[in-house]
């Protein structure tokens, strides 16, 4: 069983940065793909990046194609989020989610197996 939690979140004006970081246990990391994703109240959950096991192939959708970019380390079982020029669309609860097999990069969330519980980003105009 494997526990995902979030850290990071928080209010920002838009063109700013953060960082998101989920830290995983109870498993082994290096056997995860790893997702982000996001849901805004009212919204469904849409996918943000995905990651691989040993970091060579990564995913984002085109929402976030140029600002995002998600990275990981497998010695510290934390997978990252670097959001930059923040836009206030991109208001909503962010989710890490672990997937096997390792290599794969899915961008459906039906297909993840573990979840964190979320950190919520505000982007203010």
């Known amino acids: 069983q494997v526990q995902l939690v979030e850290s990071g979140g928080g209010l920002v004006q838009a063109e700013e940065s953060l960082r998101l970081s989920c830290l995983a246990s109870?498993?082994?990391?290096?056997?995860?793909?790893m997702g982000w994703f996001r849901q805004a109240p009212g919204k469904e959950r849409e996918f943000v990046a995905a990651?691989?096991?040993?970091?060579?192939?990564?995913h984002y959708a085109d929402s976030v194609k140029g600002r995002f970019t998600i990275s990981r380390d497998n010695a510290k079982n934390t997978v990252y989020l670097q959001m930059n020029i923040l836009k206030p669309e991109d208001t909503a609860v962010y989710y890490c989610?672990?997937?096997?097999?390792?290599?794969?990069?899915?961008?459906?969330?039906?297909?993840?197996?573990?979840w964190g519980q979320g950190t919520q980003v505000t982007v203010s105009s």
């Open positions: 989610a672990a997937d096997q097999p390792g290599w794969g990069l899915n961008d459906n969330f039906e297909e993840y197996d573990y």
């Open positions: 109870g498993g082994t990391f290096s056997d995860y793909a």
């Open positions: 990651i691989n096991f040993d970091s060579r192939s990564k």
